[in-house]
């Protein structure tokens, strides 16, 4: 079994910023990649932003240059660093990652998913 916990949602005026953290626990052999998914009330669950086994981050076009995702290895986390938000980046923002376990079974798991409410 895999975990992952994210934190660090709430309530933020637009123009302020807020910090995501996601932890993984459990059988996890491996991390292939971590990131951070959004879905807002009526839409679908878009990709926000992603960290490959490489390091190599993907942006969605629409939070480049104000969200920064990092990861720390050692502690099985990645963060997400979100800056200047607007109220279209408000949603719920769910951690996914791509974790291969001891029995070298690579399995996608999700969050439970932590509110963001940017306020115009």
């Known amino acids: 079994q895999v975990q992952l916990v994210e934190s660090g949602g709430g309530l933020v005026q637009a123009g302020g910023s807020l910090r995501l953290s996601c932890v993984a626990s459990g059988d996890i052999f491996k991390i292939d990649s971590m990131g951070w998914y959004r879905q807002a009330p009526g839409t679908q669950r878009d990709l926000v932003a992603t960290l490959g086994s490489d390091d190599s981050p993907y942006y969605a076009d629409s939070v480049k240059g104000r969200f920064t995702i990092s990861r720390d290895n050692a502690k099985k986390s990645v963060y997400l660093q979100m800056d200047s938000l607007k109220p279209e980046d408000a949603g719920v923002y769910y951690c996914?990652?791509?974790?291969?376990?001891?029995?070298?079974?690579?399995?996608?798991?999700w969050g439970q998913g932590t509110q963001v409410t940017v306020s115009s």
């Open positions: 996914s990652s791509i974790i291969t376990n001891y029995v070298k079974r690579k399995s996608h798991y």
